[in-house]
């Protein structure tokens, strides 16, 4: 006997409705559809990954960073296999991962964000890089939700999508949702 999709993913039924959660099938990119601080810069044989970028090669982007002198440079590395995963420290399988590129923010974004370049704002820049790159591994992991809420005739009342990682209390589906 098949399953209706509605009867799937229930999490929450309150005073006849029903909240679904669901893939967010249509996520946004955040890498090309939202304003960063960082600017991800990869080189991979197969596939187009980060931000649109000028350098040709590797040694065009350590020319860059000798040159201009970031503050902030953080590798990346990606594991594929079974999907995609991207962090800035290694991953412990030699097959399947290796560093794809980098995470930088420039001098004069640093300073718009920032200010000066002291120990404590490095610090909280390396944050938001790394939280960055946490967002675009949800991205390219599938791991982007939404929600759809029905009353009890199975007519929708709400939805919202766009919600990147599975903590629903953190990202705040649960509060959009209201669960």
Known sequence: ?????????????????????VRDEDAQNPRTEWENAGTMVCFHHRMTLGDKHSFSCIDDFQNFIDEEYPPVVLPLFLMDHSGLSIRTRAFSCPWDSGQVGWIYIDNAKFKQEFGSATRENIAKAVKLLEAEVSTYNDYLGGNVWGFIKYDDQKNVIDSCFGFYGDNFAENGLNEAAGI
């Open 1 to 21: 006997m098949a399953t209706d999709s509605y009867d799937q993913n229930i999490i929450h039924t309150e005073d006849g409705e029903t909240v679904h959660i």
